[in-house]
């Protein structure tokens, strides 16, 4: 049983009880405890369910690599699932929950799963569900759904307050154990700037917990002395609580900052780093030996027993056995046994070693057995006897030891991750065991230098002597390479100087385990891969470690394989009879360790997470009761419902006041570019398929763009202004798109034009008053004449009502006649108010981009985007006639020479007359000929003024079926017949847009 | 994410204020031209390992078009040079060439 010591603890304030819940009980822990912790001082040691059997696990680490013990934190907006329990500050009435059980923990229903494993294998998924197809969808899937999965998503929006912070510095040091520390001492006072980053909430690393008795006085002075001067350096950042999960191309990092206080609201923020040198000093993870039932709750790595005992006076058990191959793991039996905690046994898979600690450890009366290992573990949800083997043979139990604490240590694996994360390469250390950075292959920065350095444990250095040693010298070599100049950097050792601790570089126990023991024995903890599972995939064929990993899903989990990836890497080695550096690695990929979405949103999220674009007359339409429609980023008014109103019955009033009176749109959002200088007239040449140079000051023309390959760009009315300025009108989506446009072929094609370009959309509004009635209307106010012979059709004049600037353009989408007002935006609500007032009278009424869409397709006229899609040509659209033949070039006039743009063949735009009247095609149905589809559908609706549906559509060879019937399928059981006509339904001769 | 140099900012800037506008000194081939050159400028992109000349616009900032030179497989940037360029600068061949010995210079 776990208990809490009565003293001791360096990091938790016993004079602060700290209430929270576990799975509804309610338990107290100290200020300063993990949520780790606290569960094991509270003698739980059962804290978790597996991924895949669901079996019991227990507490394995006392950090960021934890496999196990992930939890649901927190409560409704607040509820974070899968956060490891190792890494969590106690909070007052936290609220902690273990995930992947049902019904609860200790009666979990689907643990079965675990009497079956046998069957559960790699790659057992993809062997068994195959067929039949329909039991897919109603029987596997949504058993394994409701069987497989971490934690629960949370249920609630994320209240969270995250934000994104960005920073530049000269050197980012990564880490705060001795290297640095040391790093940071050394880089100072020679004007860089310095951040470190240290995921812990203090910084110093391992160096003060594994300090001897003797040397702790020393060590604990040099330590503030070290603190006290990265305070006062003012060229160093210490950024405490943030790890960082990321490293990009040229020095771009991603780090997680997560200031945990008790009682007071975390702050979660992502800071977006760009560092020119990146010092890595991550340390190294310890990883556990492989032997059989090695994933009992009760069993734990011997650092972590240690830093539980050390740091938070908690004991993970009083009796307690180690199992190692390495010198480093006595520290912890050391530390128990002068705490009088009994250790029955020491099992040390190497023939022997002669480091002074094993003499340490003897001379405390601990009973060490060279040659030995755990053949095998007792207890169903808890450890409690280990069966000692020898670490050849197949693992005949030699003696039963009863415990209730098992340590483990495999060694200890450099923490390279973030080396690989930007193309570091890694070598293979085959003495030690384990990959570590490669001197020669480093991640490079932008100008192609080496912009990383890994120091101390990450770069397989772990002696305090050797970094205290090594780190000033490479800090003052990297200065010398990045030309700095200032004094060397020297430091006295205070560490010191001891025999090597060794560690014999085994991972899997005992040697010849049978092939039953392997199927208990558990590589990766998070995702249930055994010795067993990777064999398997070898056999199948699975030989590359990338396959391997995918089919067995080794290191797949959301730890990312840090305890596992070495011992994988080993068995598959062994099964594969090959050196360990001939099978490679797997690729460490960011985040280093999971980070929240929230955190990767950041601010932008709710109503920053895209930015709404309002018209001035927003207000008016929110007012007036209309319904949004997106637009690109703007929003427009679909429709202005009143009263009791059907969506059809607002559409046809809409339509039919302006048919018969007349209706106002805010058309705001149409783009609206100026083209200036004494070149803007050729430029626009090249543009537009038709001529815009010999445009008169005065008069509008409508244009088309075209791209390259000939297909249709883009469509809108130019108005030249005066000789130098034409004012380009674009679709409403289309602005910024044609605006980019432009700049790029000014830029990059004709740069020798004399032309500026600027996107005026937001600065003028536009009303359109369309009507028979708009004349009327408009001469309201008293100051302008709109008289056919004043203002004729495709002119514009400029003018005030009442002492509004005005720009009145009479051009016409609906075939009526129709003005549209262009007006600086300020004052666009005003004008809006008085055309409404004055409009009174003639029963004016303001119309949406519906009741607009259908007034255009009563005339034929296109909208890009609808009856065009990046494929259609002017001419399939009937359009030829603005398509010049004069123009030396333009855009587009290459591709209308080419054979495949002139095929009969090619889909024509047609007007589409149903049969009956009353049925309207469903947008974007098929014609149907002999089986083929010939075409489709672009543009459909009821026409309210013609009382009938219509629609326009693309149809192979279209213009010449004038007359024919065609079925257009709406299903495979049902078709709609209709009639292929001239796409102008409505007033084909034009009498209307005079008035 | 990458940084790259804008010569008329004179700034660096990162990848998220840019937009990438593909390879650059591409020929345009007008109405007079051979089929065959039309397609080639329409279609055919190169697409090496190693260094390319690529064009970006600094969309969030200044708004102009410039080129640069960069190594695909290492992200290593040569440097930026105005848009008006019809072919690589000789600065910056010589940048590419003390680090890349066997580079053969700009092919069209």
């Not at chain 1, 310095?194 to 995921?199: D, G, Q, R, T, Y």
């Not at chain 1, 292959?441 to 770069?459: D, I, K, S, V, Y």
């Not at chain 1, 398509?883 to 006039?893: A, N, P, T, Y």
């Not at chain 2, 004179?10 to 020929?27: F, P, V």
Request: aromatic share 10%.
């Amino acid at each position: 049983m776990s208990s809490r010591l009565p003293q001791e603890g360096s990091r938790i304030n016993r004079e602060k009880t700290v209430d929270f819940r576990f799975n509804g009980k309610n338990l107290k822990g100290f200020y300063g405890d993990t949520v780790a912790s606290a569960l094991l001082a509270n003698n739980e040691m059962f804290v978790a369910r597996s991924f895949k059997y669901h079996r019991p696990r227990g507490i394995f680490s006392a950090g960021e690599e934890e496999p196990n013990a992930l939890m649901g934190i927190g409560e409704g907006p607040f509820f974070e699932p899968n956060i490891r329990a190792t890494e969590v500050k106690l909070k007052q009435n936290m609220n902690v929950a273990s995930q992947n059980h049902w019904p609860s923990l200790k009666f979990d229903f689907l643990s079965i799963n675990n009497l079956f494993s046998r069957f559960f294998a790699a790659g057992f998924y993809y062997k068994t569900f195959m067929w039949p197809r329909a039991a897919w969808k109603y029987l596997f899937e949504p058993m394994i759904r409701r069987a497989s999965g971490l934690g629960n998503a949370p249920r609630e929006y994320d209240e969270e307050h995250y934000e994104h912070i960005y920073h530049h510095t000269d050197v980012l040091i990564i880490g705060g154990g001795l290297a640095g520390i040391t790093a940071a001492k050394a880089l100072r006072d020679r004007g860089l700037s310095i951040m470190l980053c240290e995921k812990d909430c203090v910084i110093g690393g391992r160096y003060l917990e594994d300090s001897k008795i003797e040397e702790k006085d020393r060590y604990k002075k040099f330590h503030e002395k070290s603190i006290g001067i990265l305070k006062k350096s003012k060229d160093i950042s210490v950024k405490l609580n943030t790890t960082v999960t990321g490293i990009f191309d040229h020095g771009f990092v991603l780090a997680y900052e997560e200031n945990q206080h008790s009682n007071t609201a975390t702050k979660k923020a992502l800071w977006k780093i760009r560092a020119k040198t990146i010092i890595l000093c991550t340390g190294a993870i310890e990883r556990p030996i492989v032997f059989p039932d090695n994933d009992l709750p009760g069993i734990m790595l011997a650092a972590s027993v240690r830093d539980y005992l050390q740091k938070y006076g908690v004991l993970l058990g009083d009796r307690l056995v180690l199992t190692t191959n390495n010198d480093y793991a006595y520290k912890t039996v050391i530390e128990l046994k002068r705490r009088g905690i009994d250790i029955p046994v020491v099992l040390d898979a190497r023939a022997s070693s002669d480091n002074p600690i094993i003499k340490e450890a003897k001379g405390l009366g601990v009973r060490i057995l060279f040659g030995k290992c755990i053949g095998k573990v007792e207890g169903k949800r808890k450890a409690s006897a280990i069966g000692i083997c020898s670490v050849n043979g197949e693992g005949t139990i030699e003696e039963l030891i009863p415990c209730n604490a098992i340590a483990v240590s495999g060694g200890w694996t450099p923490n390279v991750n973030l080396w690989s994360h930007c193309g570091g390469k890694l070598l293979w250390d085959g003495e030690c065991g384990f990959y570590k950075p490669d001197p020669e292959n480093t991640p490079m920065g932008r100008e192609g230098e080496t912009n990383m350095l890994a120091l101390g444990a990450c770069a397989g250095v772990f002696s305090n002597y050797d970094i205290q040693d090594q780190v000033p010298r490479k800090i003052n070599q990297l200065a010398s390479r990045l030309k700095i100049k200032s004094k060397r950097y020297i430091e006295t050792n205070v560490f010191s100087k001891e025999p090597e601790k060794k560690t014999k570089p085994i991972f899997v126990l005992p040697h010849g385990a049978s092939k039953d023991k392997q199927k208990r024995m558990y590589i990766d903890f998070q995702n249930d891969v055994k010795v067993s599972d990777l064999q398997l995939a070898v056999q199948e064929g699975f030989e590359n470690v990338e396959h391997a990993k995918r089919y067995t899903t080794l290191g797949m989990a959301t730890d990312q394989g840090k305890t596992s990836n070495i011992n994988g890497i080993h068995v598959l080695s062994q099964s594969l009879g090959k050196p360990v550096d001939k099978i490679g690695h797997t690729t460490f990929r960011p985040p280093y360790k999971p980070i929240p979405l929230g955190l990767i949103a950041g601010q932008y999220a709710k109503k920053l997470f895209k930015p709404v674009r309002k018209t001035p007359i927003d207000k008016w339409n929110l007012l007036n009761n209309a319904i949004w429609e997106p637009v690109a980023d703007w929003r427009r008014a679909y429709a202005y419902p009143k009263g009791n109103e059907g969506l059809e019955e607002t559409l046809s009033r809409e339509v039919l006041s302006v048919r018969k009176n007349v209706g106002l749109l805010d058309s705001s959002t149409l783009g609206k570019i100026l083209v200036k200088g004494p070149d803007a007239g050729r430029f626009l040449d090249l543009i537009y398929t038709n001529m815009m140079s010999t445009l008169k000051v005065g008069k509008c023309r409508y244009g088309l763009m075209c791209n390259e390959a000939g297909f249709v760009f883009d469509d809108g009315v130019v108005a030249r202004l005066n000789d130098q300025s034409f004012l380009c009108h674009t679709t409403s989506g289309g602005a910024d798109r044609v605006y980019a446009w432009l700049e790029e072929w000014l830029q990059t094609e004709w740069h020798h034009l004399k032309v500026f370009i600027v996107n005026l959309t937001e600065q003028y509004s536009q009303i359109a008053v369309a009507g028979p009635k708009s004349r009327e209307l408009l001469q309201t106010f008293k100051s302008i004449d709109l008289s056919a012979e004043k203002l004729p059709f495709m002119n514009f004049i400029e003018t005030n009502i009442d002492d509004i600037w005005v720009r009145i353009y009479r051009i016409s989408f609906s075939g009526e006649l129709s003005y549209e007002l262009a007006v600086n935006s300020n004052q666009a609500e005003e004008l809006w108010n008085k055309l409404i007032k004055v409009g009174k009278k003639y029963k004016v009424q303001p119309y949406g981009t519906e009741a607009l869409h259908i007034l255009r397709a009563e005339k034929g006229f296109i909208v890009v985007g609808d009856e065009t899609d990046g494929t259609v040509t002017p001419h399939d659209l009937g359009m030829e006639w603005i398509v010049s033949k004069k123009k030396k070039d333009f855009i587009g006039k290459k591709a209308f020479s080419l054979p495949h743009l002139n095929s009969s063949i090619r889909k024509q735009l047609v007007g589409i007359l149903t049969l009956d009247t009353n049925k309207v095609l469903p947008d974007g149905c098929h014609a149907v000929e002999d089986g083929k589809a010939i075409g489709h559908v672009t543009s459909t609706y009821f026409s309210p003024t013609l009382k009938r549906s219509i629609a326009l559509g693309l149809i192979e060879n279209g213009r010449s079926r004038k007359g024919s019937t065609l079925e257009f399928e709406i299903s495979s059981k049902e078709s709609i017949f209709a009639k292929i006509v001239d796409p102008n339904f409505y007033d084909p001769e034009g009498a209307k847009q005079d008035g | 994410m990458l940084n790259l140099f804008c010569p008329i900012c004179q700034r660096d800037c990162d990848e998220t204020e840019l937009s990438c506008g593909g390879q650059a000194h591409l020929i345009r081939r007008d109405h007079a031209s051979s089929d065959k050159d039309f397609y080639e400028y329409l279609y055919e992109r190169k697409n090496d390992k190693g260094i390319i000349f690529e064009r970006w616009r600094h969309v969030y900032g200044c708004g102009k078009w410039f080129h640069t030179a960069r190594c695909t497989l290492t992200n290593q940037v040569f440097g930026s040079y105005s848009a008006k360029e019809v072919q690589p600068p000789k600065s910056i061949l010589a940048t590419i060439r003390r680090s890349r010995v066997d580079f053969k210079g700009w092919v069209k």
